[in-house]
């Protein structure tokens, strides 16, 4: 049972004098089959998150840990993070044109799997993991990233799910331009992974997406921490009351 763990990490953006703290003590347990939701206003810290765990290098962890099965994750290189287990959806988000979603989606396999798969057998398990996503065949001979539509990179993002097959994956949902069916695939896809050996850590602004995808516990982040926790009904309460009481809490910390 693979388990992420973050105990009492500091985040700070910037150097020297300049330097801003972002995550002020965050404390947060992933296991295996477990959904959480990370939501929380604009400017709360979600991203920095996500960032300082994918390893970005803007982001420089002051203090605290992130163990993935007891292994420190902070020590890794980015792409260890990826071979230990590790899915950061936003770790590629740049247009590389000339390089193929399926060449791409090769070297990730490979560099997880440590070998590279064969041709044949790879092919083979992309085209079902592309009709499991209702996804054009086409769309592999697209060059990465490049004028992806909104509802593209989500589908791309769990179709990389699907063949890396990550012990936790953190999904940075700041995109809401998604169409209701879009959101739907995207929605089949995390829950179909949660439900197996995967954590997901759902990062949303927005209650929108949690319609589709139920968490198993939702946590609310305001000014660089996790101020309240609970089930699916906090995402409820969130919705009609929105984030103001929490924000409010965070001012005065
Ligand atoms: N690379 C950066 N440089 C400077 N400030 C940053 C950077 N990244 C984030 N911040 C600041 O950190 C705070 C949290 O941002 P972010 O993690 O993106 O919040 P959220 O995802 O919750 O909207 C914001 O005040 C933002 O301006
Ligand atoms: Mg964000």
New binding site residues.
Partial sequence: MATLEIRDLHVS??DGADA?E?LRGVDLTVQAGETHAIM??????????AYAIAGHP??EVTSGSVTLDGEDVLAMSVDERARAGLFLAMQYPVEVPGVSVSNFLRSAVTAVRGEAPKLREFSKEMKQAMDALAIDPAFAQRSLNEGFSGGEKKRHEILQLEMLRPKVAIL?E?DSGLDVDALKVVSEGITRFASGDTGVLL?T?YTRILRYVKPDFVHV?SAGRLVAEGGPELADELEEEGYEKYTKAGASL
Avoid: A, C
Avoid at 40 to 49: D, E, I, M, Y
């Fill in positions: 953006v910037g801003t972002i929380g206003p604009n400017g709360s810290g979600k991203s920095t998150l803007k982001y940075d700041t990062i602004h982040f």
